[in-house]
Nanobody, 122 residues
Framework: QVQLVESGGGLVQAGGSLRLSCAASGIMFRFFAMGWYRQAPGKQREMVAIITDVRSTRYADSVKGRFTISRDNAKNTVYLQMNSLKPEDTAVYYC????????????????WGKGTLVTVSS
């Protein structure tokens, strides 16, 4: 059974920091690209950051220079370090495991966690 379990969300003041974690189980973690997405109230889900199986990274323009994604394949965990948080970063943050680029190994499967709420007060 595949599980992606996010943690680390909470309430923080503007300018503060949080580190989100996503622990994966039931997948060959090292072969998946891992990503963080977010969805604010009334808005569509958007990509925040992605780290591939070879550790290439990509960020949304709105978080470049403030957020850092990393992964620990030994722990089957992906992290999102969020600094200089702004009220507009308030959202539910979701972890994603994307196996599409390694489909012979991963079956091309795509998985989502249930999300963790980040609230940034002004």
């Amino acid at each position: 059974q595949v599980q992606l379990v996010e943690s680390g969300g909470g309430l923080v003041q503007a300018g503060g920091s949080l580190r989100l974690s996503c622990a994966a189980s039931g997948i060959m973690f090292r072969f998946f690209a891992m990503g963080w997405y977010r969805q604010a109230p009334g808005k569509q889900r958007e990509m925040v950051a992605i780290i591939t199986d070879v550790r290439s990274t990509r960020y949304a323009d709105s978080v470049k220079g403030r957020f850092t994604i990393s992964r620990d394949n030994a722990k089957n965990t992906v992290y999102l370090q969020m600094n200089s948080l702004k009220p507009e970063d308030t959202a539910v943050y979701y972890c994603n495991a994307d196996g599409s680029s390694r489909s012979p190994i991963t079956g091309g499967m795509d998985y989502w966690g249930k999300g963790t709420l980040v609230t940034v007060s002004s």
